[in-house]
């Protein structure tokens, strides 16, 4: 039974699910959603996902949304002793802590500030840049020291974090100022399994979208 991501390549959260089944050597049935023409508002998505979201993946009947939610699906079925996401307490709750960082905080504020510039022609809010640079901060803190965002390994919380990050490439958020991310980042691009094909391409995608939504 094949297993179903519905996804947009240039999606962050599409990319993290992508990095995760690389990572877990795991094919994934890849079926596009053409958020453009509503494609994920008709009531055969909606019954997959009556959040409507990208990415939605579907697993012999079963249906799960929130990318995060979907990596550590991924892992607890089919990456069993996984180190991507440890079963060690501790160590578990520090990818956790790491993943909820990036939907509550880090990317959240990303999305504030720069999709009204994108997808509503608003002009950059300053205030919301100063949240967007204290979340770095405090990434660049959770980093001071350690190869990989959660830990001595690459977790799912550096393959969440680095498709968020990375898309911080298509606006004027400069996150390679901060020492402990730019070499992060270097780090993860390196050792992230099939990382061109799971998150450059898509990124491609979504600069190329910036762009001409930015011309509009
Ligand atoms: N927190 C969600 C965010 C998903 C999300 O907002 N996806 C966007 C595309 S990047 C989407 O599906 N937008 C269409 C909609 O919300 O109707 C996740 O990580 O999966």
């Known amino acids: 039974m094949p ?14 699910v992508l990095l995760t089944a690389k990572a877990l050597n795991l094919n994934l049935n890849l079926k596009l959603v053409d958020l453009h023409h509503g494609e994920h508002l008709k009531p055969e998505y909606i019954k997959l996902n009556p959040q409507h979201t990208v990415p939605t993946l579907v697993d012999d009947g079963f249906s799960i949304w929130e990318s995060r939610a979907i990596i550590t699906y991924l892992v607890n079925k089919y990456g069993k002793g996984s180190s991507l996401y440890p079963e060690e307490p501790k160590a578990r709750a520090l990818v956790d802590q790491r993943l909820y960082f990036d939907i509550g905080t880090l990317y959240q504020r990303f999305a504030d500030y720069f999709y009204p510039q994108v997808f509503g022609g608003a002009p950059a809010d300053k205030d919301k840049l100063a949240k967007i640079e204290d979340a770095l901060q405090l990434l660049n803190t959770f980093l001071e020291g350690q190869k990989f965002c959660a830990g001595p390994t690459l977790t799912l919380a550096d393959l969440s974090l680095v498709a968020s990050v990375s898309s911080f490439e298509a606006s004027d958020v400069d996150f390679k100022k901060y020492p402990n991310i730019k070499r992060w980042y270097e780090t993860v691009k390196s050792s992230a399994p ?19 939504m930015m011309k509009k």
């Open 3 to 16: 297993i179903d991501l519905y996804y947009v390549p240039g999606s962050a959260p599409c990319r993290a």
């Open 194 to 212: 099939g990382y061109l094909e799971a998150n450059e391409k898509g990124l491609d995608a979504f600069k190329g979208l910036v762009n001409s």
